[in-house]
T-cell receptor, first 115, second 110 residues
Framework: DTGVSQDPRHKITKRGQNVTFRCDPI?????LYWYRQTLGQGPEFLTY????????KSRLLSDRFSAERPKGSFSTLEIQRTEQGDSAMYLC?????????????FGPGTRLLVL | GIQVEQSPPDLILQEGANSTLRCNFS?????LQWFHQNPWGQLINLFY???GTKQNGRLSATTVATERYSLLYISSSQTTDSGVYFC????????????FGSGTRLSIRP
């Protein structure tokens, strides 16, 4: 069990460019979550997958954002036409959803800076 | 939606001191976790504690679900305890997301 991994760890891009982040959850976990954290705040929920199905999306997830989990394993989060307000830490978490005790385990995050 | 309030927002202590961090929430929950976010941004799981009391070394936590609050105790603080401590909860009616509080920033001075 190597934990949740995310790639890249840092991304600097220019406004208007597209970016894609990857998350690899803990291998046996069926639930995967994306959160966004801005400076001085707690993480905010973006979206949630159970296996390959995207079951919930936050109103924070504008139409420029899309997430996929094509085979129920790794997930990608794409931001199109990035804006300066998209600068944040993007966190991925996974959990084993069918047990009574559901602990979410977080990856190290991808820190995005939009210039 | 559910509100999660943490107090105090900031706490500065000398090494060796004890501290109590509080998390209040506005609705019934079926999931409550405490995390420590280190200076590199990694969220480290401390406790899964929707009710009851747990201890792990110098850290312990208590959640009183009927009164909608949780406490995190840190004894004999060390400089490595510095960082931001988050409480996160999930409502009974929700199957997914956890809602974070705004955190308590703890600074331990040598």
């Amino acid at each position: 069990d190597t934990g949740v991994s995310q790639d890249p760890r840092h991304k600097i891009t220019k406004r208007g460019q597209n970016v894609t982040f990857r998350c690899d959850p803990i291998s046996e976990h069926n639930r995967l979550y994306w959160y966004r954290q801005t400076l001085g705040q707690g993480p905010e929920f973006l979206t949630y997958f159970q296996n390959e199905a995207q079951l919930e999306k936050s109103r924070l997830l504008s139409d420029r954002f899309s997430a996929e989990r094509p085979k129920g394993s790794f997930s990608t989060l794409e931001i199109q036409r990035t804006e300066q307000g998209d600068s944040a830490m993007y966190l991925c978490a996974s959990s084993l959803g069918h047990t009574g005790e559901e602990t979410q385990y977080f990856g190290p995050g991808t820190r995005l800076l939009v210039l | 939606g559910i509100q999660v309030e943490q107090s105090p927002p900031d706490l500065i202590l000398q090494e060796g001191a004890n501290s109590t961090l509080r998390c209040n929430f506005s609705d019934s929950v079926n999931n409550l976790q405490w995390f420590h976010q280190n200076p590199w941004g990694q969220l480290i799981n401390l406790f899964y504690i929707p009710s009851g009391t747990k201890q792990n070394g110098r850290l312990s936590a208590t959640t009183v679900a009927t009164e909608r609050y949780s406490l995190l105790y840190i004894s004999s603080s060390q400089t490595t305890d510095s960082g931001v401590y988050f409480c996160a909860v999930r409502r009974y009616s929700s199957a997914s997301k956890i809602i974070f509080g705004s955190g308590t920033r703890l600074s331990i001075r040598p």
